[in-house]
């Protein structure tokens, strides 16, 4: 018997963000990694993709019959590009690295330190996947409490007032 829908169950949730989390503070770089397809690598300038070509084509990656270097998909997307290499194949991808689901590696940063720079807007936004996770994980377990206590959604929703404290 269903009480109602919980649209993010807990553990589920906390498992989702905590990989998310783990994965995108600081992937490193590594050519078998990229050829896994374990993460993107976002090219912010036509010179830092025109290496990055240079280097996939020296690591037998192509765009299908073509060359890296034959390809210039910079333009599309420009300072957002981000390249994906399909593991099986060794065939190259490419979008915009702000829809990415997986990490990605900013190349340049490949080049000074080998890991990505976790600026203030990703720490922050890190921080909200954090507190939403602990959110979600108190509202399932008060559910489950007052599912347990026989307590209907309707009574356990007029329990709660707008501001999200308990009344009285």
Known sequence: MTVGIVPFPGP?????????????????????????????????????????????????????PEKPTEVN????????????????????????????????VVYSDKQTDSHAKVGPIDKEFNKLLLDITGLLSAMDKQCTAAYNAGISCQKLKSLIRPDGEPSD
């Not at 949730?13 to 992937?27: G, H, L, M, Q, S």
């Open 12 to 64: 589920v949730v906390d498992a989702f963000f905590a990989e998310y989390i783990i994965n995108t503070t600081k992937p490193a770089f590594d050519w078998d990694g990229f050829i896994s397809g374990k993460f993107k690598v976002r090219l912010k300038t036509q010179t830092d993709y025109d290496a990055f070509m240079r280097e996939c084509e020296q690591h037998e990656l192509n765009w299908g």
């Open 73 to 104: 998909a910079w333009p599309r997307y420009r300072d957002c590009t981000s390249i994906y290499c399909w593991p099986r194949r060794k065939k190259l991808s490419h979008d915009n690295y702000l829809l990415s689901l997986i990490p990605v």
